[in-house]
């Protein structure tokens, strides 16, 4: 699909206002004044609710197998998460994972 340079950075231009704005829209409206504890405790959950919406696609429609799920990369999200489950490390979670997927990739 061909699109004229412009069209391309119209959209390019449009996106970067966008990201700005809603960037700014909590930023720089708020600044440096103290936000209500509810809030805070709400946002202490954002990483928690983003890194699964990040790596759930990575496990379950791999660009790499064509959008088919495969046994290393399910094996190694259980291992991760239960590792991270019982052991409350981070590191040791992503290292135990990474272990079993390039392990498992080997193998099979």
């Given amino acids: 699909m061909n699109m004229p340079a412009s069209q391309v950075w119209t959209i390019i231009l449009a996106l970067a206002l966008g990201s700005f704005l809603i960037r700014y829209s909590f930023l720089g409206l708020i600044g440096a004044r103290r936000?209500?504890?509810?809030?805070?405790?709400?946002?202490?959950?954002?990483p928690v609710a983003v890194l699964?919406?990040?790596?759930?696609?990575?496990?379950?429609?791999?660009?790499?197998?064509?959008?088919?799920?495969?046994?290393?990369?399910?094996?190694?999200?259980?291992?991760?998460?239960?590792?991270?489950?019982?052991?409350?490390?981070?590191?040791?979670?992503?290292?135990?994972g990474g272990l079993t997927l390039y392990g498992l990739l080997w193998l099979l």
Avoid: C, D, Q
């Fill in 52 to 96: 699964p919406g990040l790596v759930a696609p990575l496990v379950f429609w791999p660009a790499a197998t064509g959008g088919e799920p495969e046994p290393a990369r399910l094996a190694a999200a259980a291992v991760t998460l239960a590792v991270g489950v019982i052991s409350r490390n981070v590191l040791l979670a992503i290292l135990s």
């Fill in 35 to 46: 936000m209500p504890e509810w809030v805070l405790r709400h946002l202490r959950y954002t």
